[in-house]
């Protein structure tokens, strides 16, 4: 079987301590992918580039499945966040939140047994 290759973008703030505990995990889990790190978010813009990188939305494309942490948005400095190019540029329609009830995990909610998707259009008004 082919390895599989998964772009990881680390992002920024918590963005790397976060991915890499989703890397240890895949790797306790027995998970063996090629893993293909690029930057975007603040690292990106302290170099002087856009917030996502052209070479790095070509690496996610070639790719074809990236894992990526947060990134800082920055707020009226002139830049376009990573988050909005990506949803742009790749046209990812939808943010998809699955809600599920956990045994043993006690919430405001426990009571109920809660199996709910939340699917938020991406690409126009707000959120865009």
Known sequence: MAQRRIAIVPGDGIGPEITDAVLRILEAAGFDAEYVFLEA?????????????????????????????????????????????????????????????????????????LDIIIVRENTEDLYA
Not at 45 to 70: C, F, M, N, W
């Open 41 to 113: 978010g603040q690292p990106s813009l302290d170099k002087g580039g856009p917030a996502l990188p052209e070479a790095t939305l070509q690496s996610i494309r070639e790719v074809g499945v990236a894992l990526k942490g947060p990134t800082t948005t920055p707020v009226g400095k002139g830049h376009v966040s990573a988050n909005v190019t990506l949803r742009k540029k790749l046209d990812l329609y939808a943010n998809v939140r699955p809600t599920r009830s956990m045994p043993g995990v006690h919430t405001p909610f426990s009571d109920r047994n």
